[in-house]
């Protein structure tokens, strides 16, 4: 049933006076003409007789009446319903589901176009609902547009885009039709200015990466002015402007023409490095940390890269860097400005393993007490095997990027089935760190150590205890590549590491030795869900007996970092009372395949073994094997493990299950 509605002629003209009388009035336009073409001029309506201007203007006067006002109002009592009840209902449009489908862009499109339709499509976000024909189509059209506006970008600027909806099937299927047309190619492409940017013209030209001939691309040619932008800072123009594109179509020829104004703005060198006076570093301490030196091409990206080490330092919680003019011809001057974050971090860890118990640590840490970049940690461990306290004092960046300065000192009570030792050490090392914001290849230490310390085991060959002091002074150095991809959880490459440590023991008749220790370790993705990881770990001490050297620093196997399924040390030769006495060479071996689950969660099976050895060189005999399964939670700081193993050929007195729960990977 159609509803019509007539307005009153009357209700028309009270709407018009009211909206004449609302309109505001420009004093300079009353008496200016309004022309409308084939307008009549109706004159104005007479006042009554009796009515006169006073009267009109007097607020008190009563209004005139209005036309049609004084009709009587139709009596509703009379009138008909507005619906007739048994008049037929109308027909709702038929809901039902569609698909669709797109003829015609195969050849010409790729898959960044077709991940853009799918994306943006009226059709597939409502693929499946209950749709009416009128949704259908105004859906058809919406991507019909849209395929034209992705044609056009891709230069097809004469593309056909038709639809049609087949009805054969249980459900409609929408038919996108598309007759690509030409693609039109660049007759012409001018980038005015860059010929100022002298003998580097020709490369910036070329990472332009757009020339004649090539399709009217878009895509291509944003991408072109970004890495213009990016080069061009990068070759030394710290100025240098880059404009918008214009792109002029020819339908007749089929062609387009392309130009990019550029500015290189004039080549520059580094010059020095300014900063307001502040509490966290000065010029002379950013400048070790930058990888540009003065009378260096300028480079964009350095300053990027300074930006990302001033955040890493962690005393730093934003930093502006940006060019400035030199005060040296030639130069451009680098302006660091620098928000300080919060010095002092209080940190707690807590693991456990079978054999060795629970270890929980407790830190506290200003990381510039000592300006710039002196940090001081105070350090506390307390577990069922070991007690310790330490001052850690660190210089990050120290006389170069990257190089740290560590002094420390330790004081140590541990006890465990092999030894007990209650050691106090002074150290110091200068190395080369990697860090999860730069991973670094190459990492370093050269180091050294002062140590007393009163030790505790048996002799061997009666199993009477005894207790000796020693003191050692030792140069450990190590070298280590890191081929992997990631440092806490790694899913291919390789890492490989050795350790030196030549060193002298001092008490009664000094004598050396040099303890070697070598590991390796390598990963290998499967997809998206499982990664096959492997390690071996050779060591060895030459120069000295088993007996004189401490028991703290002889070789022990078995644990969580070793070889899981077996207590903390517990592998290798044994003394008469069953306790483990260490060896002068080591071997282990480890695999383990890491499994994604669902969510943050893994499952990682593994296999390890190894055994510990008297004679210097390393064997691969008796080796003791352990098996088992670990949980994973790959949290944002890293994954969390907790590992379940047991020894496969266990030796007398070694636990059937041992568990360990820590930060990490096992490797």
Known sequence: MVRRFIFSSSLIAIAMVLLVAAAPIDAHAQNAPVVTPNAQRIPPPEAPADRTLSDDLDPDSPMADLPDLGVAWPDLATMPDSADPDAPKADLAELTSYDYRIDGIDA?????????????????????????????????????????TLMRGAGYYDAQISSSVETSAASPLVVLTVEPGVQYKLEGVALPGLAAAGDKEAPLRKAFGVAANDPVNADAIAIGEAELRTQITEQGFPFATVGQSTVVIDHATQTATLELPVTPGGARVFGRVITAPNRL???RHIEKIARFKAGDRFDESALDDLRRALIQTGIVSSAEVKPVEGKLP???????????????????????????????????????????????TVRAVAGTQEQSGGLIFRRNNFEGRDRVLIAQATASNVNRAAFQATTFTLSGSLERQTTIFFQKAWTWSLGTELSASDERDVIVSTGDPRRRTFFIAALPTSLNYDGSDDLLNPTKGFRLGGRVSPELSLQGAAFGYARIQIDGSAYQSFGDRITLAARVRLGTIAGAPRDSIAPSRRFYAGGGASVRGYG?????????????????????FAVEARLKLFGPFGLVPFFDAGNIYTSALPKFTGLQYGAGVGLRYYSNFGPIRIDVGTPINPQPGDPRVAVYVSLGQAF
């Open 281 to 283: 570093m000065g010029a």
């Open 108 to 148: 010409v499109a790729d898959a960044v176009f077709k991940a853009r339709f799918d994306s943006l499509s009226a059709l597939r976000m409502h693929r499946g609902e209950p749709s009416n024909a009128a949704q259908i189509e105004r859906r058809a059209r919406e991507d019909g547009a849209l395929l034209q």
């Open 568 to 588: 903390f040390q517990d592998i290798g030769p044994r003394d008469p009372n069953n306790d483990p006495i260490g060896g002068r060479s080591l071997t282990e």
């Open 330 to 376: 030639g130069t451009v001057d680098i302006d660091v400005a620098l928000l300080p974050a919060p010095p002092r971090t209080v940190a707690a860890e807590l693991g456990y393993g079978t054999g060795e118990g629970v270890r929980a640590a407790l830190s506290w840490t200003h990381r510039n007490l000592f300006p710039p970049e002196g940090a001081l």
